[in-house]
């Protein structure tokens, strides 16, 4: 009882306080919005100004270069500034991939590409969405979509494509399982109303290198080493104060570089020596902030929830229990939470669609607002993890899927049929 009058006490003398001095208060608060507000639209302002291509990868019909090939695309394209958005579309006809650069950066990515795949192409054409509906739901069409996140911290990586490959195989084609194939199957068998896109937006991490700081630490703390702290301004302000006070009675006393005491080796178990290896392994790579989403896009009353099942399915084959996993952002998926009332249901539901499916064509992603931040909502992922993720199919594939991929190397972008 006596806890909750302290506490109302404390809240009331907060309120009386902003009541008195609300000619400060109320400036510093207009003052904070209108930085954001200027922040945000120079960004916008910025970005505006930025000169797009969009560029089709047409897909070799007997290709087997393995994901490795499209890791050293990924450490080319780490030389470019700014975002790059990497999609794959699947309508009833076929799969088409596409890589939305600066234009500036054009030439740098051509050469990535078809250094490491020769036999493909890379063909400018219009922006696809430019050819669906500008605003979603739109009371024709209808759509579910998600980004994607990972459950733990960035530097525990992924089950990359290395897991499955077979060290004794003595042919491309029986190297392993092509891990883009669980994702392709999981895009195709779609009508003929259907479109499914997944989005990988990515950027060259910021020169701080956080994330990679933080895996030594987390590689650090299972080994059992002590962090060494160095002390803060507020920590030398304290030692001068206290000294000062004592100065009269006692001489100053500053604190010296601390005594190095052996540290005990700890009895790691095989497990935590692997996901020691695993982090050191990634934050070795160059990374990239990252951001996956997928959108499924139908007819009203139509949307076909298999096609969830198995676009969210087709990454569980790359999480491990022990380092990192993938999963749908909550607050991105378009499904109504269990805390949602009816009533009101309906608005947000449409709401998280709108949001999402102009994120989609903006090719931004929610948290994501100056150019010049590290956006709320990405994660980062190493050159190895993009190209698990994101490679060109193999033979290994399997004939019935390259026939879908490769059915057609010309017509129109895809488009949303609006019959």
């Known amino acids: 009882m006596g806890s909750n009058v302290m506490a109302f006490d404390i809240i009331k003398n907060i309120l009386e306080i902003a009541v008195d001095f609300w000619w400060v208060l109320l400036p510093a608060v207009l003052f904070f919005f209108f930085i954001e507000y200027r922040l945000t639209h120079k960004a916008v302002e910025k970005r505006e100004k930025i000169e797009w291509v969009m560029l089709e990868l047409r897909v070799p019909r007997d290709n087997v270069r393995p994901p490795k090939a499209m890791e050293q695309v990924f450490s080319a394209l780490h030389a470019v500034k700014g975002w790059i958005a990497i999609e794959i579309v699947a ?66 990586p992924i089950r990359t494509y290395l897991a499955f490959e077979s060290p004794s195989a003595t042919e491309e084609k029986e190297k392993g399982i092509d891990t883009i194939a669980p994702l392709l199957e999981a895009m195709s068998g779609i009508d003929g109303t259907e479109t499914i896109i997944l989005q990988i937006l990515i950027r060259p991490t910021d020169k701080g290198n956080k994330w990679q700081e933080n895996g030594k630490k987390i590689v650090a703390k299972i080994a059992g080493r002590k962090e060494e702290s160095k002390p803060t301004l507020l920590d030398h302000a304290g030692i001068f104060a206290k000294n000062l006070i004592q100065a009269p009675a006692k001489q100053p006393e500053w604190p010296g570089k601390p005594e190095e005491k052996p540290q005990s080796v700890p009895n790691l178990t095989e497990g935590e020596k692997w996901i020691m290896k695993s982090i050191e392994n990634k934050i070795a790579k160059l990374g990239f902030e990252t951001n996956i989403r997928f959108l499924l896009i139908d007819k009203e009353g139509s949307l076909n929830k298999n096609h969830v099942l198995a676009l969210t399915g087709a990454f569980r084959q790359l999480n491990t229990q022990d380092l990192n996993a993938f999963d749908a952002d909550e607050e991105t998926t378009t499904e109504p939470p269990e805390e949602w009332y009816v009533r009101g249901k309906n608005e947000k539901l449409k709401g998280r669609k709108e949001a999402i499916y102009g994120m989609c064509r903006a090719r931004f992603y929610r948290g994501q607002k100056k150019l010049s931040s590290s956006p709320g909502k990405s994660f980062v992922l190493s050159t190895e993890e993009l190209a698990t993720v994101f490679h060109l199919p193999t033979i290994a594939v399997g004939a019935p899927m390259l026939r879908v991929i490769q059915s057609k190397k010309g017509g129109a972008p895809v488009e949303v049929s609006k019959s």
């Open 91 to 156: 309508t009833i006809q076929e799969f088409r991939f596409y890589f939305r650069v600066p234009t500036g950066a054009r030439k740098l990515i051509e050469s990535a590409l078809l250094s490491q795949y020769p036999g493909a192409e890379l063909i400018e054409t219009e922006d696809y969405l430019k050819k669906l509906p500008e605003k979603l739901p739109d009371g024709t069409y209808d759509l579910w979509g998600t980004d994607m996140m990972l459950k733990k911290e960035d530097p525990y």
